[in-house]
């Protein structure tokens, strides 16, 4: 009897034929699909996903009206301008101070500039805001005006002409509540304060309480700028600008530092 070593065995293995004395090979392998390598339609449909999960909220946010109108403030055109003077004023002591002179109507987006622009202009304490502008949104101001408190920022009402001269200005409505937000606050000569009954735009509820809500959040703001009631009780009392007298903003400390005229 023969015998097959397994080196035999092996060999015999390997040229066994079919049931038709076709030699049997390894089938082929069926093509694989490398995961490791995305192909070009995975790729764009991952990138539509990403693209469609922000675009949807971002519709949503930009479809409200308040959304777009901080939006446009913030990026596109903003409702504020801003100019750094080196030295603008110089202070009890004789130390020269530089100031940010802020002009336009205060928008959506305000406190965000607002604070962008004293970073960059690395405005520290006793440096200066000189303020110019009709008023604007409400709450946008309380924000600035605690922004100006926070750094020990000083505030004044003026403007530079084009010879570079200061000259006097006007702050009124949601303006004057910026201002208030002066640790020091200058009367420059000339300047006027104006203020108004503050109304309340949207949201829901009793048009009254609004309104007593409103003027609750503004006393307490002015109360603890250090500032006397009478102002807030001169904001209630006209639905119109009411310029106020020099005399009352220096008896109610809205001016803290008068100079020459008041």
Request: hydrophobic content about 40%.
């Amino acid at each position: 009897m023969t015998k097959l070593t397994a080196e035999d065995e092996s060999s015999s293995l390997q040229s066994t034929s079919g049931p038709w004395g076709t030699p049997v090979t390894d089938a082929p392998s069926e093509p694989q699909l490398d995961l490791k390598k995305p192909t070009r339609f995975r790729s764009f449909a991952g990138l539509f996903i990403v693209l469609f999960a922000f675009a949807v909220p971002a519709y949503k946010d930009l479809s409200r009206p308040e959304a777009w109108a901080y939006w446009k403030d913030l990026y596109v055109y903003p409702s504020l301008t801003s100019v750094l003077i080196s030295k603008a004023y110089t202070d009890a002591s004789g130390r020269n101070h530089p100031a940010m002179l802020v002009s336009g109507t205060i928008g959506a987006a305000a406190a965000k500039w607002f604070r962008d622009q004293i970073d960059e202009a690395h405005l520290v304490m006793g440096d200066a805001i000189f303020l110019t502008s009709p008023g604007g949104d409400l709450n946008q101001a309380l924000i600035m005006g605690e922004i100006i408190r926070s750094k020990g920022l000083v505030t004044a009402v003026a403007k530079r002409d084009s010879s570079g001269t200061m000259r006097a200005s006007y702050c009124a409505s949601a303006c004057v509540l910026v201002f208030a937000g002066g640790e020091v606050r200058i009367g420059f000569p000339g300047s006027k304060l104006g203020v108004h009954r503050f109304t309340t735009v949207g949201g829901n509820g009793d048009p009254i309480s609004l309104a007593q809500r409103t003027a609750g959040l503004v006393l307490g703001y002015l109360t603890r700028m250090g500032i006397s009631p009478s102002i807030a009780e001169a904001m209630s009392s006209t639905s119109d600008i009411q310029w106020l007298p020099d005399k009352l903003t220096v008896e109610s400390r809205l001016v803290s530092n008068p100079l020459a005229g008041y």
